[in-house]
């Protein structure tokens, strides 16, 4: 079965940029949705097709994805973007999550 | 806007079944797929299955194959997955989630929590 692999932290200073990888077998070839999951709440999607974002996200999250590595990119975080993200492709008729990733911002 | 209102909490003995709920608002329940996931306390985002409710097809995560059934009623535009045999690692909330047309999970229920306690 398809596999993704996030790392389990990232750290980050307010006014920097943060991104955050989800790796997988030619990755690039599948299409990646990320989702933001604040503690205590339902996650909510925050970019669609590699790199298109819902109504309502912010225009400072924007996603990428080539070869084996995809990245959500969230420039100048704020302290309301602390939470954990996944990542998720379909595949093979599965939905595929990779482990998450917990933001901190600093 | 969709919403996706799902069932309360349950408290559920090892060996028992539950089946919860997500009830959609909205006039286009029955074209797009409706997944549920399955998250543990302090786990991530864990895929159990999904269902195209105008096909009536299903789709399972091997892991729960055998174990659960999600069904759809179109005249209700609800949803519900039900899992049996419960045990005590089944203890979570789970959530039911509209496909946005892209296999994105992009509406979401407020979850559901189930605990398995003797």
């Known amino acids: 079965s398809y596999e993704l692999t996030q790392p389990l932290s990232v750290s980050v200073a307010l006014g920097q940029t943060a991104r955050i990888t989800c790796g997988g077998s030619?990755?690039?070839?599948?299409?990646v949705h990320w989702y933001q999951q604040r503690p205590g709440q339902a996650p909510v999607l925050v970019i669609y097709?590699?790199?298109n974002r819902p109504s309502g996200i912010p225009e400072r999250f924007s996603g990428s994805n080539s070869g084996h590595t995809a990245t959500l990119t969230i420039s100048r975080p704020q302290a309301g973007d602390e939470a954990d993200y996944y990542c998720?492709?379909?595949?093979?008729?599965?939905?595929?999550f990779g482990g998450g990733t917990k933001l901190t911002v600093l | 806007q969709v919403q996706l209102v799902q069932s309360g909490a349950e408290v559920k003995k090892p060996g028992s079944s539950v089946r919860i709920s997500c009830k959609a608002s909205g006039r286009t329940f029955s074209n797009h797929p409706i997944n549920w996931v399955r998250q543990a306390p302090g786990q991530g985002l864990e895929w159990v299955g999904r269902?195209?409710?105008?096909?009536?097809?299903?789709d399972y995560a091997q892991k729960f194959q055998g174990r659960v059934t999600i069904t759809a009623d179109e005249t209700t535009s609800t949803a519900f997955m039900a899992l049996n045999n419960l045990k005590s690692d089944d203890t979570a909330v789970f959530y039911c989630?509209?496909?946005?047309?892209?296999?994105?999970?992009?509406?979401w229920g407020q979850g559901t929590l189930v605990t398995v306690s003797s």
């Open positions: 989630a509209r496909d946005g047309g892209s296999f994105d999970l992009e509406y």
């Open positions: 030619g990755i690039g070839t599948k299409i």
């Open positions: 998720q492709v379909w595949d093979s008729n599965h939905v595929v």
């Open positions: 097709r590699n790199n």
């Open positions: 269902i195209i409710p105008v096909l009536g097809t299903t």
